[in-house]
């Protein structure tokens, strides 16, 4: 949970989840902002020492962006948008400081279940959307959770690998 692809991709799952209860007149706007900032920052130098605030900030960009699905009236455009930039930015942070810039494109297509997930909304089955939008949620707050632990040997590496 600490590099690789997992992170972004988590990220990306959680957008999707969130752009399914959003316009479709949303859609490419936030797909192209989602593009735009990961082209701009993921060649950007981040300090190795902001490590920790930086998952801290992707788990919990996690936790924001999966709970947009809760929203009484779903998302606007505007705030589809905002979604998609704040992803970018954590995800390309991310990979820059644990993995390499193909974790990013192999990471990418799971923000397509906004596909079927868009589907499942239409059919009046918004709750499948939501329950897969909990676990998102529920692994973010483990993640977040375990890199807070104390240090006790034989314990924190073997559950944060």
């Not at 949970?1 to 997992?6: F, K, Q, S």
């Not at 989602?34 to 998952?55: R, Y």
Request: charged share 5%.
């Amino acid at each position: 949970m600490r590099g690789g692809v997992v992170p972004p991709a988590l990220l990306f799952v959680a957008l999707g989840l969130a752009l399914a209860f959003a316009p479709r007149r949303a859609w490419a706007p936030s797909l192209l902002a989602l593009f735009a900032t990961l082209a701009a920052f993921a060649f950007l130098p981040v300090p190795q020492v902001w490590l920790e605030w930086i998952f801290l900030g992707c788990w919990t960009s996690v936790i924001v962006t999966a709970a947009s699905v809760h929203l009484v009236r779903g998302l606007n455009t505007c705030s589809a948008v905002a979604l998609s930039l704040n992803t970018g930015a954590w995800a390309s942070a991310v990979v820059c400081l644990s993995g390499s810039q193909l974790d990013l494109l192999k990471a990418l297509p799971w923000v397509l279940i906004f596909f079927p997930a868009s589907w499942l909304v239409g059919r009046h089955a918004s709750i499948a959307v939501k329950v897969a939008s909990s676990w998102v949620i529920a692994i973010a707050v483990l993640a977040a959770t375990l890199q807070m632990l104390p240090v006790t040997p034989g314990y924190l590496p073997d559950h944060l690998e």
